[in-house]
């Protein structure tokens, strides 16, 4: 079983920058589909960022170029760096996983029924 904490949301003002932390544990082989999403108040989940077990990412138009996901393997610690934040993403930020998904040998999914682990959310709050 496969078990996500995210950690590092907060308050920021528009075009300051946050990093995400999303520790990982219970995985079998040490790499998976991992992936972050966000929902803001009223409207539905979004993917935002996936990462597969080759490093292979995928970005939300909203946000490429200004955000990169990363995975670091001795920590086993998924990150969101997001830059030049925008009130917009104003939103609770989730990290997923799928372990039984490696890679699709093609550019990751970031839609959330491929993904089956879950963690509680932590809050980010963009300030105009």
């Known amino acids: 079983q496969v078990r996500v904490l995210e950690s590092g949301g907060g308050w920021v003002q528009t075009g300051g920058s946050l990093t995400l932390s999303c520790t990982v544990a219970?995985?079998?082989?040490?790499?998976?589909?991992m992936g972050w999403f966000r929902q803001a108040p009223g409207k539905e989940l979004e993917g935002v960022a996936a990462?597969?077990?080759?490093?292979?990412?995928n970005y939300a138009d909203s946000v490429k170029d200004r955000f990169t996901i990363s995975w670091d393997h001795v920590k086993n610690t998924l990150y969101l760096q997001m830059n030049s934040l925008k009130p917009e993403d104003t939103a609770m930020y989730y990290c997923?996983?799928?372990?039984?998904?490696?890679?699709?040998?093609?550019?990751?999914?970031?839609?959330?029924?491929?993904?089956?682990?879950w963690g509680q959310g932590t809050q980010v709050t963009v300030s105009s």
């Open positions: 997923a996983a799928n372990q039984a998904i490696y890679s699709f040998g093609t550019s990751p999914s970031l839609r959330q029924q491929r993904f089956d682990s």
């Open positions: 219970g995985l079998t082989y040490g790499r998976c589909l």
């Open positions: 990462i597969d077990a080759d490093d292979r990412s």
